[in-house]
């Protein structure tokens, strides 16, 4: 559905001041005893509880998540909440984040649900093959997921390293997200009224924590700023671009917080 004049028929197919510390260092991936493999893949969906064709997507969504070489998160957008029921998870960054990668794409393709992989691609967040198919296709492209990022959690604070830039020319905006594992919604209005949907990694707070310049650089962070009802992981990704201009990623990283 192309947001902005929402078509129907379509569905189906810095931050707040912070503290944080900046010093210069090697390494990064959220180091957390279970990270073996580097993660080849960045999935964004987004998805709203008043659309009734996401409920699909949000289970594969959380499927897919369980592969260690994927992180996959869920950015619930509110433009559909004129249909009868108001997404509890919806915010409006988010919304403006899908707007943003479309308008980098220069296609308008703006519906739920939608999966944006690697910052590059878009695959309908309902069928697994069209996703796999992005997955494989931005993987390919120079600089995609290249970067390694080390993360570590201790005494309260999250530690975030990247090491210099594999190609000597790479540099993007460094984030971190905290997301909720598993949220449980009771819809009782609109596409999906009566259903209980569970929603997997659900953003809840966003914080810019640097720039990289393709330089080695350590960042450490307060726990607390990420904090919020439900939280109990976070993402860390590098991106080419900026928030206006969100571009390709290039590392990644998961880790509990719990």
Known sequence: MQEGLPQLKERTGSVSPMSVA???GVGLLFATPSAAAEPRAVLELFTAQGCSSCPEADKLIGEIAKDPTVIAISLPIDYWDYLGWKDTLADPK???RQK?????RGDRQ???PQVVV???LHALGNDRASIDRAISESSGKSGVMSVPVKVSVA???IKVSVPESPSGDSAGEVWIC???EQVPVAIGRGENRGKEITYHNVVRNWLKVGDWTGKPATWTVPIENLNSQGVDGAVVYIQEG???RPGAMLGAAYSALR
């Open 118 to 120: 690697n910052g590059q």
């Open 22 to 24: 900046v010093a210069a």
């Open 242 to 244: 900026s928030r206006e």
């Open 100 to 104: 943003a990668y479309s308008k980098v």
């Open 110 to 112: 703006i519906y739920t």
């Open 178 to 180: 905290s997301v909720a």
């Open 155 to 157: 005494k309260g604070q």
């Open 94 to 96: 988010f919304t403006a």
